[in-house]
């Protein structure tokens, strides 16, 4: 009887336990993911993207609302047909990450703008979600004005 009420005991607080300690142990890694820099070797590699679809790049700064800097490129193609495609990334990604969509838009004849997230352009991570809808308007209201 004691040995079944130990088996028991073990099948019920093991398997909760071991959650707990890998849950802690992996967490801050999946809540804070490491971010990937925009170094100028990914720059490079766009560019030769961008060569080899035909296209040009321009480098935009956009000024957010709350009068932070967001930096982009905006990327057109050889016969553009007027219409433009705003790309955000991952959170853990830059503006290079969404350059396989990039380059699809682009053969397809979309202007695309690969811009930053906020948290490349501002420390503040916290205000992030209560700013993004404003933030999503501004390029827009940029790309009318050019």
Known sequence: MRRLIRIALILLLFPPLLAAVAGWL???????PIRRE???????????????????REDFEVQAPDRALLLGWKVRPKNPNGNWVLLFHGVADNRVGVLGQAEFLLRA???VVMM?????????????????????RTPQTYLRTR
């Not at 925009?38 to 040009?56: H, K, M, Q």
């Open 26 to 32: 992996s967490g801050p890694a999946f809540l804070h």
């Open 38 to 56: 925009l170094t100028p070797d990914l720059i490079r590699e766009a560019e030769a993207s961008f060569l080899v679809t035909g296209t040009t």
């Open 109 to 111: 004849g979309y202007s």
């Open 116 to 136: 930053d997230d906020l948290w490349l352009a501002r420390a503040q991570r916290h205000q992030l979600h209560h700013r993004r809808a404003r933030i999503e």
